[in-house]
């Protein structure tokens, strides 16, 4: 059958309890002739496509890590409304002249809040609201008393109280769907047979990657599972997850080498690991970021780190194997390479250079 959202789950839950071999395809691969686009003729052309051989399957998980790619994900978008709530709170400061932003990082933490429900109680005076921070704000009483120096109505503490109240309560359900995921993990370690590694020993072994905390490591399983062998090699898996140029050539010139379609969430997780990778001292990631972002810009720097994070990811699986960090010196030249570098600088920009030993120049 045809991938359509989220409405061929219901059909694929019914027939995979009967004896069918279920083949899941990527509508984009079966697009069908022009001028022929009808219900009727789509099933005729899946139908004439499959009896050829022609369509490949998707990756579908068992259903106990769907269910828990499901929590992770409503995880994950219950987090992202935390961020816009956080941000319409910042918006009704504005408007009431408000600029709590410009003095504390986290205007939800614990002095933010403190200053907001100081103010939803009516407290105007911004003497008082500055000494409701903590000790170790960077900004001076001076500057917190400046910032808080506006003109909150009755409407403005309506508004704060509304979105405070929102962010309490999407806390609230992601702590529950964080009990529910811990639940999950614990069916799922019950259930594996005995020639495989349990969920959570998996999750540790991930755990020690640069940039992968538990959440994403939790996150990554959810995604890819914990078998590797539907995946032929590294590349496959890169390819599936979107990480990888897509292949746009023509004549004999490439046209574009964006980054193919993939798997949304994982992609952008793993471009998130990535970042926080490449900020980790002493690591092979951040070597392998900084030496492609002088050639080829952040962009593209950073979203080779996440292929080979995810290629760590796909060999650690399938062979269970530790983490070993190659460190930061794997990229470094020796100083006949460096030196014959720095002449060639030397030359793009117009000086010629000779180079002489200082033992010799003594």
Request: hydrophobic content about 45%; overall charge positive; some cysteine.
């Amino acid at each position: 059958m045809e991938a359509t959202g989220v409405y061929w789950k219901p059909v694929w839950n019914i027939l995979s309890d009967g004896e069918f071999a279920m083949v899941l395809a990527n509508a984009a691969h079966i697009k069908n002739v022009p001028g022929r686009k009808t219900d009727v003729k789509d099933a005729q052309w899946i139908a004439d496509l499959l009896a050829h051989g022609l369509i490949r399957s998707s990756f579908v998980p068992e259903p106990q890590y769907a269910e828990l790619r499901s929590l992770l994900r409503t995880r994950k978008q219950l987090t992202r409304e935390q961020t816009r709530h956080v941000q319409r709170i910042q918006k009704t400061l504005e408007e009431a002249n408000i600029k709590l932003d410009s003095v504390i990082s986290d205007i939800v933490g614990m002095s933010g809040r403190a200053i907001l429900m100081a103010m939803i109680d009516g407290e105007a005076n911004p003497y008082k609201l500055a000494a409701l921070a903590d000790r170790r704000i960077k900004a001076t009483p001076a500057q917190l008393a400046e910032a808080l120096r506006g003109r909150v109505t009755d409407h403005h503490r309506f508004l704060l109280r509304l979105h405070l109240g929102q962010l309490d309560a999407l806390q609230a359900a992601i702590e529950e769907i964080d009990r529910q995921v811990d639940d999950t993990t614990a069916s799922i370690d019950e259930e594996v047979k005995a020639a495989q590694a349990p969920f959570r020993t998996l999750i540790e072994l991930l755990v020690a990657i640069p940039g992968l905390s538990h959440l994403s490591a939790h996150t990554v399983l959810a995604e890819i599972g914990p078998d590797m062998n539907r995946f032929p090699t590294a590349g496959h898996l890169i390819s599936w997850a979107g990480l990888c140029p897509r292949n746009d050539e023509s004549a004999g010139k490439r046209r574009s080498n964006r980054l193919r379609k993939g798997a949304p969430w994982l992609k952008a997780l793993l471009v998130q690991c990535a970042l926080a990778a490449a900020r980790q001292k002493n690591s092979y990631f951040r070597a392998q970021y900084h030496r492609l972002k002088q050639r080829r810009g952040a962009t593209k720097a950073v979203c080779a780190v996440a292929a080979s994070i995810l290629t760590t990811i796909y060999h650690m699986l399938k062979d269970g194997t530790a983490y070993q960090d190659l460190g930061t010196d794997h990229f470094a030249r020796s100083k006949e390479q460096r030196a014959k570098r720095l002449v060639k600088h030397l030359a793009d920009l117009g000086f010629a250079a000779e180079l002489r030993p200082l033992t010799a120049a003594a």
